[in-house]
């Protein structure tokens, strides 16, 4: 399949909904940072999100397994307290999903600052590839989760 | 009579409207947040949970796809940047209506209130778990911080409903963009 080439200036949307997408991207990253370092990471490796007040996942409750997103929420809770190996070893899917979004927030900043566009920069990436690497890596960290599962 | 320059023929660039897909985007995550809480109340809580919870607390973000549906049908050329743009400004008004219910509806006291309830709660649930290992001051300082949060957080699951509608809106334009492209004349010749 040829490779489509657009100008570094290509905004596929309008510069003001673009600019939009942008800062509530940054100020989203911003709120979960600011939750994520208040938290205490669950000693389980699953469940901070509880710590917010929010309902048990039902799986380990009901069939003592992980569910595919379980230790998500402590990961991003460990990598965001500065503890990048203790992120890999809760759940490697939810470690390289918060580097991703914290990376995603950055380019979103460079882009406010800049002006340039952040919708333009995002769709020259190959996001079939990347959505189909994401789901084998969420597949990869249940398996890794169910076979260290306590 | 002065002379003026002939109007530009828009003909060739008219894109249709983006009002319609985005009105639909919106009243689809009203309509959805509407019929779980008459689930909750008519059927049982269960069963609006299982369903609320189909997608974590993003459940809204689901309905990402229908702006974007939408939009390529009125426009197949409908680029993915402009379904993501369609479906996170949709779901993003629908999901701002409903903060407003929220805000409206319950004060930051109570939020904070009701917030520390539910950390208290989640706490005493897992005091028989042996990986519970929370100390009573780590307890409190967890507790002082979800008072601190609470109120935001309606606030942040909208920000972030919002950003994940428009990822989906851009990965169902990337997919049906192929199915709506309108057939070239040689190809029915």
């Known amino acids: 399949m040829p490779r489509v080439e657009r100008p570094e200036q290509f905004e596929p949307v309008h510069p003001a909904i673009d600019r939009l997408i942008a800062l509530v991207l940054v100020l989203a990253a911003v709120f979960f940072i600011w939750i994520l370092s208040a938290i205490p990471a669950d000693a389980r490796g699953h469940g901070t999100h509880e710590a917010l007040g929010m309902g048990a996942c039902s799986w380990p409750l009901e069939y003592q397994l992980p569910c595919p997103t379980c230790g998500v929420t402590t990961a991003a809770t460990h990598l ?22 914290l990376y995603l927030s950055w380019i979103a900043l460079l882009s406010l600052l800049r002006g340039s566009s952040f919708m333009g920069r995002i769709s020259r990436w190959p996001i079939p590839t990347l959505i189909l690497s994401s789901l084998g890596l969420l597949l990869l960290s249940w398996l890794y989760k169910y076979l260290t599962w306590e | 009579m002065s002379m003026s320059a002939p109007p530009p023929d828009h003909s060739q660039n008219f894109r ?13 995550v009203i309509g ?12 049982s809580p269960e069963v609006a949970l299982v369903l609320g919870c189909a997608s974590c607390c993003f459940s809204p973000a689901i309905l990402g796809f229908i702006p974007a549906f939408v939009g390529i049908i009125r426009d197949p050329g409908l680029q993915p940047g402009e379904g993501f743009a ?3 400004i949709g779901v ?59 109120p935001y957080l309606p606030l942040g699951m909208a920000m972030a409903t919002s950003l994940l509608s428009g990822l989906l809106g851009l ?16 190809a029915s010749a």
């Open chain 1, 80 to 101: 965001v307290q500065f503890s990048p190996w203790r992120a890999f070893v809760t759940q490697p899917f939810g470690a390289i999903l918060t580097l991703f979004s």
């Open chain 2, 16 to 28: 249709p409207s983006w009002v319609l897909p985005i009105l639909i985007g919106a009243l689809s």
């Open chain 2, 92 to 150: 993003g008004a629908g999901s701002l209506v409903l903060l407003g219910v929220v805000y409206m509806g319950t004060s930051i006291e109570e939020m904070r209130d009701q917030g520390e309830e539910a950390i208290r709660g989640s706490f005493e649930a897992m005091q028989d778990d042996p990986n519970f290992t929370l100390s009573e001051a780590e307890q409190e300082k967890a507790i002082d911080a979800g008072r601190a949060i609470f």
């Open chain 2, 32 to 43: 959805m947040m509407f019929t779980l809480e008459g689930l909750a109340f008519v059927v």
């Open chain 2, 171 to 186: 990965v169902s334009v990337l997919i049906l963009r192929g199915r709506a492209r309108p057939q070239s004349p040689t």
């Open chain 2, 86 to 88: 369609l479906s996170f």
